[in-house]
C-alpha cells in the first residue's frame, strides 16, 4: 500500500517562499504519476502541479505558473514543491497525490485520476 506524508506547510508573509515534501512509501510500480492539489475552505480540491517518475511531464496550473516549482529526488522517493512569491489566495490544504502507472483516468488536472493521497499539509499565506 502506497503511503505519502506532506511536510513543510506553515505561516508566511505574502510575497514568501515555503517548500513542501512529500515523501512516498510501499510503492511497487516502477512508473507513477505523481501531483500536488490544494483545497480551500468551502472550494473544491483544486489541481496544482503534476510530475512523472522519470520527470519528463510536468505541468502547472496557470494560477501557479512561473511562482511554483515541482521537482522529485527519485533517491529518497519524495516529491517537492517550491512556492514562491505566495499569495493570501494560496492558502488552503496542500496534498500531495500518486497514481500507478502511466494512465491517468480523467486526466492529470483532475483528483479522480489519483489512488493516494497524504493527510495534507497547511498553508497559511498573511496579507
Known amino acids: 500500500q502506497v503511503q505519502l506524508v506532506e511536510s513543510g506547510g506553515g505561516l508566511v508573509q505574502a510575497g514568501g517562499s515555503l517548500r513542501l515534501s512529500c515523501a512516498t512509501s510501499g510503492r511497487t510500480f516502477s512508473w507513477y504519476v505523481m501531483g500536488w492539489f490544494r483545497q480551500a475552505p468551502g472550494k473544491e480540491r483544486e489541481f496544482i502541479a503534476t510530475?512523472?517518475?522519470?520527470?519528463?511531464?510536468?505541468y502547472y496550473a496557470d494560477s501557479v505558473k512561473g511562482r511554483f516549482t515541482i521537482s522529485r529526488d527519485n533517491a529518497k522517493n519524495t516529491i517537492y514543491l517550491q512556492m514562491n512569491s505566495l499569495k493570501p489566495e494560496d492558502t488552503a490544504v496542500y496534498y500531495c497525490a500518486e497514481v500507478s502507472g502511466t494512465y491517468l483516468r480523467e486526466g492529470y488536472y483532475s483528483h479522480k485520476s489519483y489512488d493516494y493521497w497524504g493527510q495534507g499539509t497547511q498553508v497559511t499565506v498573511s496579507s
Open positions: 510530475i512523472n517518475w522519470s520527470g519528463g511531464n510536468i
